[in-house]
């Protein structure tokens, strides 16, 4: 009986740290690998031949299947990073066959489909660990560091970031995130640990072959995980003591020990397909890593009327100066030219505003300036820096924010959540801590300025559309940053708002910041910018003053069309 | 040399156009409901299984198994959209959500079929498996029926362009809300794709397993290269996702010439991951009928 316990509680440590391990990968950083199977084996078989080969003692073998694993996992991750959607499904799919097929047929690695025999026991202190009890305490010792990483490792600035690129990756990338560094690390990392899983598995079974490293077991690794509650470490643990106890209880039933595989698939698809619709959310929900709590409220309640915007440090431009610099910049999409040859200069310390017609090309120009997009041809350089073929996090990084047409937020995680990710200067699990705190102290003042505070706990996804709105500009002016383009911040807001954030936006000009503004809103326009330039066709058609612009019937002409367009303007 | 290469090749061409009309099947599914439908596989080895069980179990002509197979996939197929999808898409479920409770129907199929069949390969014994001299090739007697995919793709993308359900099937696939503004019924059409998908997958099953046999796990690699047609292919259609099938299909075949036996696979799936990482944007424009 003890032994049987034992043995239970290896299997449900090893399953237990598979299952966390992707839940940092799926669960956190929202990369859905259905390759986790063949990390598992990668460990298993790392283990195996050096144990078998060089007698390499507990824990080197540990480390070593964690190290070879991370590395194999982070080089094939890196050209992985950039697909998204189903396309991560299908090519983590076709990495575990592949993968899958090699632990067949590599018969010098792997042993190929016959495995390898003979794996000995862990030693420790001398003892050779073959009582079932002694190695589940080992077992249940190296899931509980595999957790204290994990623990650590996700409620630090770094698993935050994770959320954040989960979420939305645009929007990551816009706060200077490098967020395909962050998925390959988080894809290192995880893999690793499932290596030390099937470190765990290889020296307590004895005997490894492929078919403990199939598809199936990947499968059977998301639906733990995702029993458990994606994103939340306790839940995977719940869920690996349930999901795999029940296999191991079957297959000490005579009546059904032959089938234990099928039973235990069949078994784990009623599960999972029960749950995600009954409780999506899994055993336990997902909490937030940040919380406002209880913590004590400033008591200036009438902060929310005037936000404080922070004044960027030593303005290298005076006021007027050339900013950045747009130079025949081209952009064509199949037969359209969204952008034709289009040169522009933005100066420092003022507010601009670019209008024109829809399709006119202006978020396409802000696309190429923060690098969502590729010009075909021109130049874009900012305080002499070239942008043109630099990611869009390292032009974030230089001090450029933007904000995006289709409000963009990360939608399941908390307002707090969200303005302590775009502002906490660092994102290392090790150093960032203290500024994760001061981002935090700080995030809290800005929500009261910003009448948000009471809101500070609750997921963006649940606010109004005008709250959302609010949160953007709030971050915006906590980050500081000296240049802003916004892409139609005034539009579907009602009439107070938009006067309030024509405000906001004359505030951070007034401080010596550069606004850069896509509008059709001609009334916000007319409230805040002092340069106007109109695009028509991807073309420059006009430049000059508020009033210029309004006295000019070319503008009219595209705006309102006929003659009678200048009375209106 | 070059005639074992030309042997292989229409070794290739022929299991290709077995794949391609699992990636139409699969295509038909994804374009119009988007969902990615990895119980498709289930669907598959379902069909598969039904076909045995009436043909080589029960004895009866294959005829009857072909009827009982289709019938048997769409039901199935029908029975996933109505039961999991639809009320998950009521819920405003994100696609993650749908996907993986198509994961749990697809483990729930194969862990059924390994309890009741068993985990080792199966052959249909009522189809002739002898090889035929075509000119100066052999090719076994599967391979030989499995060009006539292409009669019935052609018949899909006809359907799908001329017939009224055929054109509903495209116009939810490209907007779900302007069809339903213009008063096409959503889950009528929902269901036909899950229905008609799940058929065709059934031919396809039916070629697989007169040529490689059936295991229950045959479903999740065959759906693979399948709905890795529709994806590099693009959302435009189902040609472009035929055509990418017969493309892997047929590498698969001809690797074997290059690669040792047992890696083909592993070369396969390896090629498709390129295929991937290169062209993740969909090879096709809009230049093919569907």
């Known amino acids: 009986m003890v032994n049987y316990v034992a043995q239970i509680l290896v299997m449900v440590a090893t399953f237990a740290i598979l299952a966390g391990s992707l839940n940092l990968v799926l669960g956190f950083a929202g990369v859905f690998s259905l390759v986790h199977a063949a990390f598992f084996g990668i460990g298993a078989y790392t283990a195996a031949q050096l144990v078998l080969h060089l007698g390499v003692p507990f824990p080197l073998d540990l480390l070593a299947a964690f190290a070879l694993t991370a590395i194999v996992a982070g080089a094939l991750s890196v050209p992985m990073a950039r697909l998204t959607h189903e396309y991560v499904i299908i090519g983590t799919l076709a990495l575990q066959l592949v993968l899958f097929n090699v632990f067949v047929n590599w018969e010098g690695g792997t042993g190929g489909s016959y495995g390898l025999f003979g794996i000995t026991r862990p030693a420790i202190a001398g003892v050779t660990l073959t009582d079932l009890p002694q190695y589940a305490a080992l077992s249940v010792a190296v899931g509980l560091v595999c957790f204290a990483v994990l623990f650590w490792i996700t409620r630090s600035p770094f698993g935050l970031a994770l959320k954040g690129l989960r979420e939305d990756e645009r929007l990551a990338q816009s706060f200077g995130k490098d967020v395909n560094g962050q998925r390959v690390a988080a894809f290192a990392l995880g893999s690793g640990l499932a290596g030390v899983a099937g470190m765990l598995y290889a020296r307590f079974v004895g005997y490894i072959d492929p078919s403990s490293f199939s598809i199936d077991q990947s499968l059977a690794a998301v639906t733990i995980l995702v029993v458990g509650g994606l994103a939340n470490l306790q839940g995977t643990v719940l869920s690996a003591i349930v999901l795999e106890t029940v296999p191991q209880v079957l297959r000490f039933i005579p009546a059904t020990s032959n089938a234990v595989p099928q039973l235990q698939l069949l078994f784990y698809g009623v599960l999972l397909t029960a749950l995600v619709r009954l409780r999506p959310q899994g055993l336990i929900a997902e909490r937030p890593l940040i919380r406002a709590g209880a913590r004590s409220k400033p008591q200036s309640s009438e902060a929310a009327a005037a936000p404080a915007v922070p004044v960027p440090d030593d303005p290298a431009e005076a006021p007027g100066e050339p900013l950045l610099a747009i130079r025949d910049l081209a952009k064509q999409f199949g037969g359209l030219r969204a952008v034709d040859g289009l040169s522009l200069t933005i100066p420092a310390g003022r507010v601009t505003g670019i209008i024109g017609p829809n399709g006119a090309g202006k978020t396409t120009v802000f696309n190429m300036i923060t690098g969502y997009l590729q010009a075909d041809a021109g130049s874009i350089t900012y305080r002499g820096q070239e942008l043109v073929k630099m990611p869009p996090f390292r032009i974030a990084r230089l001090g450029i924010a933007r904000s995006f047409q289709d409000v963009r937020v990360f939608g399941r995680m908390t307002v707090l959540e969200n303005l302590v990710l775009a502002i906490q200067p660092s994102e290392s699990p090790f150093t960032g801590w203290a500024g994760q705190a001061q981002a935090t102290e700080r995030a809290l003042t800005v929500l009261d300025e910003f009448g948000l505070r009471d809101q500070a706990d609750e997921r963006v996804g649940q606010l109004s559309y005008a709250q959302q709105k609010l949160l953007v500009v709030a971050t915006l002016a906590a980050r500081g940053d000296p240049f802003i383009l916004l892409d139609e911040l005034a539009a579907g807001l009602d009439q107070e708002s938009v006067n309030r954030f024509a405000g906001l936006v004359r505030k951070m000009a007034a401080g010596g910041r550069t606004v850069c503004l896509i509008e059709h809103n001609l009334e916000f326009v007319w409230q805040t910018a002092e340069i106007v330039y109109v695009l028509d066709q991807g073309k420059l058609l006009a430049q000059g003053t508020p009033e210029d612009i309004r006295r000019d019937a070319r503008v009219a002409e595209i705006y309102f069309g006929g003659t009678q367009a200048a009375a209106h303007a | ?290």
């Open chain 2, 1 to 290: 040399m070059l005639a074992l290469l030309a042997n292989l090749a229409l070794v290739g061409l022929t299991l290709g156009s077995m794949y391609a009309l699992l990636a139409v099947s699969f295509g038909i599914i994804f374009n119009v409901t988007h969902v990615f439908h990895l119980a498709h596989g289930a669907t598959f080895t379902l069909g598969g299984y039904a076909m045995y069980w009436i043909s080589t179990m029960l004895g009866l002509p294959f005829v009857a198994a072909l009827v009982g197979g289709l019938i048997a996939a769409s039901v199935f197929g029908v029975l996933v959209e109505v039961v999991l999808y639809r009320p998950l898409r009521r819920l405003n479920s994100p696609p993650m959500i749908l996907f993986l409770s198509s994961v749990g129907a697809l483990t729930v199929i194969e862990g059924l079929i390994g309890l009741l069949f068993g985990t080792q390969t199966l052959t249909f014994k009522s189809l002739p498996l002898e090889a035929v001299n075509v000119g100066a090739v052999t090719l076994p007697s599967a391979n030989l029926a499995m060009p006539l995919s292409w009669i019935v793709i052609a018949a899909v993308v006809v359907y799908m362009v001329r017939t009224r359900s055929g054109k509903f099937l495209r116009a939810v696939g490209d907007s779900p809300r302007v069809a339903m503004a213009l008063g096409i019924p959503l889950d009528m059409t929902y269901i036909l794709s899950f229905a008609l998908g799940s058929a065709l997958a059934v031919l396809s099953a039916l070629l697989y397993g007169w040529s490689q046999g059936l295991t229950p796990q045959m479903g999740l690699s065959a759906i693979l290269i399948g709905s890795a047609g529709v994806i590099i292919g693009g959302r435009h259609g189902v040609l472009p996702g035929a055509i990418v099938a017969v493309v892997l299909g047929t590498l698969q075949a001809v690797l074997v010439a290059f690669v040792p036996s047992g890696w083909q696979e592993g070369a396969t799936f390896a090629l498709l991951l390129v295929a991937l990482l290169v062209r993740p944007q969909g090879i096709f424009g809009y230049s093919l009928p569907w």
